[in-house]
């Protein structure tokens, strides 16, 4: 099993970025897809990000993101990286990094490991 935890969720104003990180351990995560997801309050957990394994390959980035957001990866630190630029308060979530050994796919139902997330929030 993977523990996975997340950091460098914050306040920001509107327009700001932040950096959320995601280190693995208990199993090195090369060989993984590793993926962000968020959930407002109220609402339903909603894919952002995933990149494949070994490596990195290919990337997917929800449409609401793309443009603002990128994804990587450093297998050396098992971690995950969320580079989040041009927030806006629609991005407010519980941001959540997620695991699996398969393809990248946008279900969360398609991800075996989660950590507990970081919260982030943007004021207008």
């Known amino acids: 099993q993977v523990q996975l935890e997340e950091s460098g969720g914050g306040l920001v104003q509107a327009g700001g970025s932040l950096r959320l990180s995601c280190t693995a351990s208990g199993r090195d995560v090369s060989n993984y897809v590793l993926a962000w997801f968020r959930q407002a309050p109220g609402m339903e957990r909603e894919f952002v990000a995933a990149?494949?394994?070994?490596?990195?390959?290919?990337?997917l980035l929800a449409t609401s993101v793309k443009g603002r957001f990128t994804i990587s990866r450093d297998d050396a630190k098992n971690t995950v990286y969320l580079q989040m630029n041009s927030l806006v308060p629609e991005d407010t979530a519980l941001y959540s990094c997620?695991?699996?050994?398969?393809?990248?796919?946008?279900?969360?139902?398609?991800?075996?490991?989660w950590g507990q997330g970081t919260r982030v929030t943007v004021s207008s």
């Open positions: 997620a695991a699996q050994y398969y393809d990248i796919v946008t279900a969360a139902s398609g991800y075996s490991d």
């Open positions: 990149v494949g394994r070994d490596g990195g390959g290919p990337t």
